[in-house]
């Protein structure tokens, strides 16, 4: 449903990835690893349009989207969860989904709030909450369902355990599963391998912007040479 074809991106001269070809398989979670500054986050950036794709060619279920601004992707269906989260921190919750929600019409609020409630359920009782007064894990929850208020095809999740307690780690887990179950496109880039290796079905490692190690998650966690090298397992 994404195909990414010699992809590159960066910063004016600067490369920070090159030489990506990936494929996203519908309703699956793909999950993008590698260490501080492998180019991750510039990855989904890019993807998102906030960042310049160099080179190559990106298709989001069959159309060329190289190039196309930040709001016809969302519009597409593609939507993303940043790193650090960029919430408005003066609106409330509530305030926080509308704005997510703003590129579906407006009779779809009620009930694409409640499906993110449903997946979230703490959320539920912060409605009226400012944003910056939630707790890490809230803020967390909150960008993944302003995300979803876009009804995207592909959600895009950076850094979803940063920083989080365990416990709610599990829960955000917990709502991927739900999220695929229910068809959803996923694309996470985590720091934390051993979790994204429990969830994802296919894994691509990336290192100072070049892929070296791609597949599905179970060879990876049975490849010694791998897990010791690029992801800290041993
Ligand atoms: P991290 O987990 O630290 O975010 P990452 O794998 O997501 O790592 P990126 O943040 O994508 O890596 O960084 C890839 C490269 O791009 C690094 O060399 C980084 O210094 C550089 N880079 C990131 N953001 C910018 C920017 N706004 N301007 C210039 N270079 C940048």
Request: aromatic share 4%; charged share 20%.
């Amino acid at each position: 449903m994404l195909e990414l074809t010699d992809f590159s991106c960066g910063y004016g001269a600067f490369q920070a990835v090159h030489g990506l070809d990936l494929k996203l398989r519908e309703g699956t979670i793909t999950g993008l690893l590698g260490a501080n500054g492998a180019g991750k986050s510039s990855t989904l950036m890019c993807l998102a349009g906030h960042v310049a794709q160099q080179g190559g060619k990106t298709l989001f279920q069959g159309r060329d989207i190289t190039g196309m601004s930040p709001g016809d992707r969302v519009r597409l269906g593609l939507a993303i969860s940043p790193e650090g989260r960029r919430l408005f921190k003066d609106l409330t919750v509530e305030d926080n989904l509308r704005v997510g929600g703003l590129v579906q019409p407006a009779s779809h609020f009620t009930q694409d709030r409640d499906y993110v409630l449903g997946l979230f359920p703490r959320l539920g009782e912060r409605l009226e909450t400012l944003a910056g007064n939630l707790s890490g894990g809230e803020q967390q929850m909150l960008a993944i369902g302003r995300a979803l208020m876009a009804r995207p095809r592909l959600l895009m999740i950076d850094e979803l355990s940063l920083g989080l307690m365990p416990k709610v780690i599990d829960l955000c887990y917990a709502a991927l599963e739900t999220l695929r179950n229910d068809g959803m496109t996923i694309l996470l880039v985590e720091q934390n391998t051993t979790r994204a290796l429990q969830v994802a079905d296919d894994i691509c490692v990336l290192e100072s912007g070049r892929p070296v190690w791609q597949g599905k998650a179970s060879d990876a966690m049975n490849d010694p040479s791998l897990t010791a090298a690029y992801l800290g397992l041993h």
